[in-house]
């Protein structure tokens, strides 16, 4: 019987899951993770600033593997060997594959920047995001004890989407940190370094100045056009003038790095030619090298016609394409050719706390309360594409209202 071995356990990898579980053919899935949960990446930002705990983003994997069809084994991937069809656990044990989809998501990007793995935290899964909700609660209670204003100030690192929603999360739950510390909400001090002075990019300026003048209405401090030099324990240094190079030094207790992703060390580990982390697949997702192995997600790049460069890193393409290359599995099984990769966007939305967003819908703009509806919506669909039913009446998001 043919196994087709599925790495990681993300937006892509659970929706390929979902199309060969549901397929008459005969042949056994493996599905590997090294977290028996899966989490919804794009609500990460809510569990760091605490508006939302951590089990509200998370569900079993077990829930969604048909033990008939499937078997989920979880265990961290050091190595996959793709001439000899073979996956290398972190423990030494392996398996052996006829199909591989490897899924296996991003890592934070640091651009060799000095001090930012050291002195700055990350937010790539669940427990570094819980993480950095457990360190503001701490830094706070050390304000009470010391009255050093640092403790009260909070950087993000990087004006990207993953920034700026995490803000606008940090914004709406002020007053849980200004009760921790024993201040007045407009005490906790948000700022946003940034290297480019033109911030979302994906969004016309009328959108993305939405999203920002409503930010900087509500207290962050943006320092755009600062590229960071360095990281030092609690001080971000950045160029505050690029003509002569000279640097500033903005001091905080709290430093959240989100300035970019790369793809999984594995895909260099296992001499996948990647930059960043990503390889540059064929037109049907397949490996350059190999046409029983798919790459998708995050270590994933593939050409989008339109630009001639790779579409960007989103929960909506990588849900595309752990269809696409499951659909494409089932072809091969048959005998078929694989069908190329085409992606239409269906647009995208930024939240700035629970009930305001902007994004674009289609071609269309949205802002305001309408668009935190319409994210909702879409982070409700994606739930259903890897999780089903059972996980959006458990889990959905139908707090419109509040």
């Known amino acids: ?15 390929a899951l979902h199309v060969l579980q549901g397929a008459k053919e005969a042949f056994h899935i493996t599905l590997i993770d090294k977290n028996d949960y899966h989490y919804e990446a794009t609500d990460l930002h809510e569990v760091a600033a605490g508006t939302q705990p951590r089990d509200r983003i998370c569900y079993p994997i077990n829930d969604v593997v048909r033990p008939q069809k499937t078997t989920f084994v979880q265990k961290e991937v050091a190595s996959i060997d793709r001439n000899q069809q073979v996956i290398v656990f972190k423990d030494q044990s392996t398996c052996t594959y006829d199909y591989l989809i490897v899924a296996l998501g991003f890592e934070s990007e640091s651009f060799g920047i000095p001090g930012v793995e050291e002195h700055a935290l990350e937010m790539v899964d669940v427990d570094s995001a819980e993480n950095i909700y457990h360190h503001l609660l701490k830094q706070m209670k050390a304000y ?28 709406e739950n002020r007053k849980t940190f200004a009760k921790a510390a024993g201040v007045k909400p407009e005490e906790i001090k948000l700022y946003c ?13 009328k959108l993305s100045d939405y999203g920002i003048k409503n930010l900087v209405k509500w207290g962050v401090n943006f320092l755009t056009g600062k590229p960071i030099k360095a990281i030092k324990p609690g001080v971000v240094v950045y160029q505050n003038d690029a003509d002569t190079g000279a640097t500033a030094e903005l001091s905080a207790k709290t430093i959240v790095w989100t300035t970019g992703v790369s793809g999984s060390h594995v895909m260099a580990e296992s001499d996948f030619s990647a930059r960043r982390g990503r390889v540059m697949v064929n037109q049907d997702l397949t490996d350059p090298d190999h046409s029983n192995v798919y790459v998708v997600g ?37 005998g078929e050719k694989p069908a190329d990769f085409h992606f239409e966007s269906l647009g995208s939305v930024a939240s700035i706390g629970n009930t305001h967003a902007f994004g674009l819908v ?25 999780g089903g039913v059972k996980e959006v009446l458990a889990k959905g998001r139908f707090d419109f209202y509040h």
């Open 362 to 386: 289609g071609k269309m703009g949205i802002k305001g309360y309408p668009a935190s509806v319409v994210k909702k919506a879409i982070m409700d669909r994606s739930l259903y594409q890897t």
């Open 193 to 205: 370094v940034e290297a480019v002075t033109r911030l979302l990019p994906m969004f016309d300026e």
């Open 1 to 15: 019987m043919k196994e087709v071995v599925i790495l990681g356990a993300g937006y892509a990898g659970l929706r």
């Open 298 to 334: 995050d270590v994933s790049a593939v050409m989008d016609p339109a630009t001639n460069r790779p579409y960007p890193t989103t929960a909506q393409i990588a849900l595309k394409m752990g269809q696409h290359a499951g659909k494409n599995i089932l072809r091969q099984m048959n």
């Open 144 to 171: 009470k004890e010391t009255q050093n204003p640092d403790y009260l100030k909070i950087v993000v690192c990087g004006a990207g989407f993953t920034g700026i929603e995490l803000l606008g999360s940090l914004v």
